[in-house]
């Protein structure tokens, strides 16, 4: 987990409250406790990154622009708590587009990687759907975590993943299950810290 110096975020329902096709920028609100661990991970080196599946664009129920505005407003939101987002890629197709860009397929990986320089090896994918843990894997990122908000408490129930008895628990390994489940983004991020800064206490 220390090695971890990248956090690959979905969007809705993990980094914000998720909004049935979110198109209004005045209704992006983060999931609660997550500000002051991404702070504290900025501080200790770490970068942030969104890859998220927009099939609504796709639909027709909101267009890229809408996207556009209301990743400005998380941006925003983001900025003034002193967090910088390192970039974001979005997939805009509907699930019927056989695209190779909506997750689990790798095209908002290799996008994002091919940008910035991203290793896998570093990566942690964090997400509330089982296409985010399918999506993680296929990357081969060192670690894959499945949030239960958003979507998370269904997919953990497909999974036939057991309820949480503390806010983060590691999961036996094997096809579409998560390294670790966490109650919300800054449970498994809160972690995270605490291994980071058992590293850095230790090289002092």
Not at 51 to 80: F, K, P, W
Not at 129 to 144: P, Y
């Amino acid at each position: 987990m220390t090695k971890i110096d990248t956090i690959l975020l979905d969007r809705d329902g993990t980094l914000i409250e998720e909004r049935h096709y979110l198109k209004d920028p005045d209704l992006v609100a983060l999931i609660p406790g997550t500000l002051a661990p991404l702070r504290r991970l900025a501080e200790l080196g770490c970068r942030f990154y969104l890859a998220s599946n927009q099939s609504g664009i796709g639909r027709g129920i909101l267009t890229e622009d809408d996207y556009r505005s209301v990743h400005a407003r998380l941006q925003a939101m983001l900025s003034a708590e002193g967090i910088c987002l390192g970039g974001a890629a979005f997939c805009p197709h509907a699930p019927d587009a056989d695209c190779d860009c909506r997750k689990p397929r790798t095209g908002l990986w290799k996008h994002l990687a091919g940008q910035f320089g991203l290793r896998p090896e570093n990566t942690v994918m964090i997400g509330d759907k089982i296409a985010d843990i399918r999506f993680g894997q296929a990357i081969g990122c060192a670690e894959t975590v499945l949030v239960l908000t958003g979507h998370g408490l269904e997919a953990a129930e497909k999974l036939g993943l057991e309820t949480l008895d503390s806010a983060v628990r590691p999961c036996a390994p094997g096809p579409d299950r998560p390294t670790w489940l966490a109650s919300d983004l800054g449970s498994y991020l809160e972690l995270l810290v605490q291994k980071k800064e058992a590293v850095h206490a230790h090289r002092i």
